[in-house]
């Protein structure tokens, strides 16, 4: 799987967009990007993928550039549960293979501050 | 909609004693289960892996050792814990036919 570089901390302010960066300049054409995030000793929770088009669930929105090189996401009104640090991985696309052996990097830490 | 459960949430014990984590997942069938460690400040480390009842496969050797005795129910184990053994266990699931990985809400367990 690709490697993702992602700033190791961030803050911002209560009820204004997060904007969380995230770089995998060497992603394949059958790789996702997926975002999660894990808030202090709970297990790191999903929020949302895509391969090429933006995509927006309950949760986030993810931006991805044309040349699929980089991404952003976003939380449209960050609230102070939104305090977690955040993953950026990628993985191949419709894989069916049994040991995942999912990488975390070091993630972005996100402050929301009041 | 689909839950994963694992239990307990924090675990304290002495060197020596055994250990079970138990793991389940509700609405979902067959799916792919894993165990994960995940080391303060560090990536996940995976340490089984299982695509059927009774099918374990493990990542890497250790004092650990898993099994599936029911379709969506996954449990870690050990005889004799040794000191090494702490840490944040995570269980997660796969549907066979999907590409996202749902975790749980994670065990702590430190061994004294």
């Known amino acids: 799987d690709a490697k993702t570089t992602q700033p190791p901390s961030m803050d911002c302010a209560e009820g204004r967009a997060a904007n969380l960066p995230c770089n995998h300049s060497t992603i394949s054409g059958n790789e996702y990007v997926y975002w999660y995030r894990q808030i202090h000793s709970q297990g790191p929770q999903y929020i949302i993928h895509g391969l090429k088009n933006n995509e927006t669930n309950e949760m986030a929105s993810l931006i991805i550039t044309e040349d699929r090189k980089s991404s952003t996401l976003i939380l449209p009104h960050a609230t102070l549960r939104d305090t977690a640090v955040y993953y950026c991985?990628?993985?191949?696309?419709?894989?069916?293979?049994?040991?995942?052996?999912?990488?975390f990097g070091t993630g972005t830490r996100l402050t929301i501050i009041p | 909609s689909q839950t994963i459960h694992q239990w307990p949430a924090t675990l304290v014990q002495p060197v020596g004693s055994p250990l079970s984590l138990e793991c389940t997942v509700e609405g979902t069938s067959n799916p792919n289960l894993y165990w994960y460690r995940q080391a303060a400040g560090r990536g996940l480390q995976l340490l089984f892996y299982s695509v059927g009842i009774g099918q374990i496969s493990s990542e890497v050797p250790q004092n650990l050792s898993a099994s599936r005795p029911q379709d969506r129910q996954f449990i870690l184990s050990s005889k004799k814990l040794l000191l090494s053994d702490s840490g944040f266990y995570l269980c997660a699931w796969r549907a066979v036919s999907g590409n996202t990985i749902y975790f749980g809400e994670g065990s702590w367990l430190t061994v004294v």
């Open positions: 991985i990628v993985r191949v696309a419709g894989a069916n293979f049994g040991n995942e052996k999912l990488t």
